[in-house]
Every structure is written in C-alpha cells, then in structure tokens.
C-alpha cells in the first residue's frame, strides 16, 4: 500500500511563513503530479499547487508569488514553502500524488492533512 505523511501545518501571525512537507511511502514505481490541496470551514477542497514529475508548476491565483511548490523525485517528497502568510489562507492542507504502481496501474492518493492557522 501507498501512504501520503504530512508534516509542518501549525499557527501562525499574518505575514509569517511555513514549510509543509509531505512523503511518499509503500509500493511506488513512479510518481506522476504532486500536489498541495487546502479546505477552509465550511468551503470545498481547493487547489493550491501542484507539480509535475519534469518540475513543471502550477498555482492557484490567490497563492501566486507567495507560495512555492518543490520536490525531491529520489525522496518521493513534495514541499509547500508558504511565506506573507494572510488570515484567509487558514485551512487543513492536503498532500496529493499520482502514484504508479507499476506502468498500468495508477491511483490518486491522499494525506491525512495538517492544520494550517493564520491568526494574531
């Protein structure tokens, strides 16, 4: 089996920053997109940012230029280095992956979240 391991959500005053973390574990032949999705009380799941196994990035607008998304392909890592942290940016942070277990099968997988507050 497959798990996706958070770390890194916590409190934190606006305008400060965060590094969440996530890691890959289990039966793993390739992965495909990794990616960072959040959910705020009452609102749906939303896409933060995602990146591709060549490194190519995506971001939602309301992350841009504050936000960035990496990771590390020989550690099945993916990272979220969060800085100018706002209020609105409060939510639980999801780690996300494309997973191959081998060249047909594929599966999409899920953290268990990590809390992220913005809050003086």
């Known amino acids: 089996q497959v798990q996706l391991v958070e770390s890194g959500g916590g409190l934190v005053q606006p305008g400060g920053s965060l590094r969440l973390s996530c890691a890959a574990s289990g039966r793993i032949f390739m992965i495909d997109a990794m990616g960072w999705y959040r959910q705020a009380p009452g609102k749906e799941r939303e896409l933060v940012a995602t990146?591709?196994?060549?490194?190519?990035?995506d971001y939602a607008y309301s992350v841009q230029g504050r936000f960035t998304i990496s990771r590390d392909n020989t550690k099945n890592t993916v990272d979220l280095q969060m800085n100018s942290l706002k209020p609105e940016d409060t939510a639980v942070y999801y780690c996300n992956a494309d997973i191959r277990a081998n060249w047909v099968t594929r599966h999409d997988y899920w953290g268990q979240g990590t809390q992220v507050t913005v809050s003086s």
């Open positions: 990146i591709t196994s060549g490194g190519n990035t």
